[in-house]
Structures are given as structure tokens and as C-alpha cells.
């Protein structure tokens, strides 16, 4: 029942959020003149974005390639401070530009396609309403966007059209020094595949604790626990619910005598039942990276392991995936046998600040210890002025041929995966 009426009360805040953005389209005129909640109102800032994407992708899984060409249209209003207290609200609508869906999208049913989760739709995508009036410390209460650390857990997948949300009451404390203490209470999830969607939104009970020291100049010493419990009858299961208790520590180091900076991440956390969650829930994570920055050119060597034992694979979905274990996007679910990520990235901004990426992951199991592929990520990006971005990328994911991976992964890991993208982002 409370997670009900929280959730009764975010949709509140969104029809708010709404109204408050309604008072910008009329004049000051006919408001109270001296009011200073109208000051605040139309105080606020504009932003928006228009982002159009081509996405080409050849799943070996599939007959058919799809050809997704789609718009996401962002208009957003942050009003000014009254008595500490401010509001957003952001309206998101993705479209197909050209008429045709050449792809699935989840909720088309254009199942002889492979799979691109940007669907048709719009939805308010943010609806907060923000208080600061307690020294440092900021209070969110609505629809908002979460990111937390490395988005390996906690993120808003920004990556896809439509982007993840969530529904929740949040504090943010810098009280103490060189610390940031983040608490969250989630009770719905909107995720990338729109409310059409079976697995569009998703109630929950959710608290959220991450806790960063930044204190040391070695680097950032952050500890989190997540505890996640599902409702029942959704697309995750409530005996999937869980609890993920973690460390990370990220940083550099420049000796005097060098002009290159070292870089470093060890990362290590325990994931075990939570409230209705099933006994097989038991898994770890783990994350080692080594790297050098050299004059705009960055080099790491990354070790990533998401434990499986063939029934249960330690499970983050949550997460910014399409940042994680390759961009042809092939383990967005960890495969029941785990999976190990070896890759080494690069980096670097050339000529008129031209920035290229790649990476090469090669992938095996965490149970029985076989192949899974290996995959080839490159990208190139331009920033064309203040507002305007240009990027193309293109991943290739090779899979491994061995038999336990054919037996056990015929129609995932065990065939191949070509994506290619282009993407034209203004945002202002």
C-alpha cells in the first residue's frame, strides 16, 4: 500500500509538473504583478534537444537486417527558485523519420526484424519539483533521471531514444567533506521500451545508498547498496528481487617527472536475495582496470566479471547497458553461465578536436569456462559548434563456434551481431 500511494502522489507531482510549465505561455499581465511565485516561474530556463539516429543492424539470429531511422524530440523548463523550492518538467517524443518500420521495436510486432528498442511515443520523460533549503543538500521528489557512479548499476540509458526514468524521493547531502551522500526511495521504473510495453514500467520498492569519498588525491573510495523489490506479476519477477552491496575505488595518479597520468578502478560487490527474491539469487561482480593517459590519448585494460552458475547470473538491469561489454549490445542480460570481459580500450582527439574511441572485448563464460566471441567497437565524434555533435559508430560482435556454446547460447551469444549508427544531436 505505500509504494501504491507513492506512486499516486509522483503522478500528482507529474500533472504539477505540467501545470507549471503551462504558466509559461501566458503573459506576466495576468498573473499576481508582485507574486514572487510568478518571478519564479518565469525565471526559469528553457532546454531541448533533437537527436536523429540511423541504426543498421545484421543479427545473425534474424533473416532480415533492420534499418531504424528515428527522431527523439526533448522540450524541457526549469522554473526559478521560491523559498528554495524549484520544478522541471521534460516532454520527450521519439518518431520514425521516413514513414517505415524497418525494425522491431519492441512493441511494433515486427518480430522478422532484429531488435532496435526505440519505439514510437511520447511521455512526460522528467516531473520533479527540487527543495535546496536545507544547507547542502538537495531534495527531488517526482519523475527524474538517476545516475549513479559509472551507471554499471544505476543509470538512465541515455543511449536509447527513449530514456530510462524514474519515479522517486531523493536527497543528495555534502555536509561532510569531500563527501557525497546520495539516498534514494524508487517505487516505479520507466524503462527504454515505452509504456505500450509489457516491460515499459515496472513497480517497485527500491532504496538506493551510495556513498563517495573524494577526499584522497590517490582517488574516490565509493561504497553503494542497492536493494531492489520487485511487484508481483511484471516482466522481472518479484522472486527476482535482490540486494547488491559494493565498493569501488577510481582514480589517477601523475608522478612529478612524467607527463603521463596513470589510471586505475577496482570494483568488487555481493548480489543475494531480497524480500520475495528466490535462494538461487547469489552472484558476484568484479572490475579491474589499468590505463594511461598520454597528451589527449588514452589507453585501459579492463577485466570485467559477472558471475553465473548456470541457473542464476549475477543481474544489473538497471544499468546503461550499451556502456558495458561491447556496443552490438549482445549481453544486455548476463548469460545463465556469467560472463568474463577482457578488453582493451583507446582514445584519443585528433586534428580539429575529432575524437575517436574503439575497444576489442574478448568474452567466455564464468561456469564451465568456454568462448563466448569477441567483438570490434569504433567510433568517431565531432563537435560542430556549442549545440551540434555528429557521431558514427560501429560495433562487430563474432561469436565462437566451440560446442557448449552453440548447446547453451544458440540464439544469443552463439551467433553474430553487426550494428552501424549515425547520429545528429543538437541540444540547446
Do not use: C
Not at 166 to 177: E, G, M, P, R, V
Amino acid at each position: 500500500m505505500k509504494t501504491l500511494f507513492f506512486k499516486r502522489n509522483i503522478v500528482s507531482s507529474v500533472y504539477a509538473g505540467v501545470g507549471v510549465a503551462s504558466l509559461m505561455f501566458f503573459p506576466v499581465s495576468a498573473m499576481y504583478a508582485a507574486d514572487t511565485v510568478v518571478e519564479a516561474l518565469g525565471g526559469g530556463k528553457v532546454s531541448g534537444q533533437f537527436r536523429y539516429r540511423y541504426e543498421w543492424v545484421d543479427d545473425q539470429t534474424k533473416n532480415k537486417n533492420a534499418d531504424a531511422s528515428t527522431m527523439r524530440t526533448r522540450l524541457g523548463y526549469m522554473t526559478g527558485d521560491y523559498l528554495d523550492i524549484s520544478g522541471f518538467v521534460q516532454f520527450e517524443d521519439v518518431h520514425v523519420v521516413g514513414g517505415s518500420e524497418i525494425y522491431n521495436s519492441t512493441v511494433n510486432g515486427r518480430t522478422e526484424y532484429p531488435v532496435v528498442a526505440d519505439p514510437e511515443g511520447s511521455e512526460i520523460n522528467q516531473a520533479f519539483l527540487m527543495y535546496k533549503g536545507v544547507p547542502d543538500t538537495v531534495f527531488k521528489y517526482g519523475r527524474q533521471a538517476i545516475n549513479l557512479d559509472n551507471q554499471r548499476f544505476i543509470g538512465t540509458v541515455e543511449w536509447r531514444q527513449n530514456a530510462q526514468t524514474y519515479d522517486a524521493f531523493t536527497i543528495t547531502n555534502t555536509s561532510l567533506q569531500d563527501t557525497t551522500i546520495f539516498y534514494g526511495h524508487v517505487s516505479g521504473v520507466n524503462r527504454i521500451f515505452g509504456p505500450k510495453s509489457a516491460q515499459g514500467d515496472l513497480d517497485m520498492a527500491g532504496d538506493l545508498l551510495n556513498i563517495t569519498y573524494k577526499g584522497w588525491s590517490a582517488g574516490n573510495l565509493t561504497g553503494y547498496g542497492y536493494f531492489l523489490d520487485y511487484m508481483p506479476g511484471q516482466s522481472i519477477s518479484n522472486a527476482l528481487s535482490n540486494q547488491t552491496a559494493g565498493l569501488r575505488f577510481d582514480g589517477g595518479y601523475k608522478p612529478e617527472s612524467m607527463s603521463s597520468r596513470f589510471l586505475y578502478t577496482a570494483e568488487f560487490a555481493r548480489q543475494s536475495d531480497y524480500a520475495d527474491g528466490g535462494s538461487p539469487i547469489d552472484g558476484d561482480y568484479a572490475n579491474l582496470m589499468l590505463g594511461v593517459d598520454v597528451s589527449n590519448v588514452q589507453v585501459k585494460l579492463n577485466y570485467e566479471v559477472l558471475s553465473g552458475d548456470g541457473i542464476y547470473a549475477f543481474a544489473t538491469p538497471f544499468a546503461t547497458l550499451h556502456a558495458f561489454n561491447g556496443w552490438a549490445d549482445r549481453f544486455l542480460v548476463t548469460p545463465r553461465d556469467g560472463l568474463k570481459d577482457i578488453f582493451l580500450s583507446a582514445s584519443a582527439v585528433v586534428l580539429e578536436g575529432i575524437n575517436l574511441s574503439g575497444a576489442y572485448h574478448w568474452y567466455s563464460s564464468d561456469n564451465l569456462g568456454y568462448d563466448y566471441g569477441s567483438e570490434l567497437n569504433l567510433q568517431v565524434a565531432k563537435k560542430i559548434n556549442k549545440s551540434l555533435v555528429v557521431t558514427a559508430k560501429y560495433a562487430a560482435y563474432s561469436a565462437d563456434a566451440n560446442a557448449s556454446n552453440v548447446a547453451r547460447n544458440a540464439a544469443g551469444a552463439a551467433k553474430d551481431l553487426d550494428k552501424f549508427w549515425v547520429m545528429l544531436d543538437v541540444q540547446f
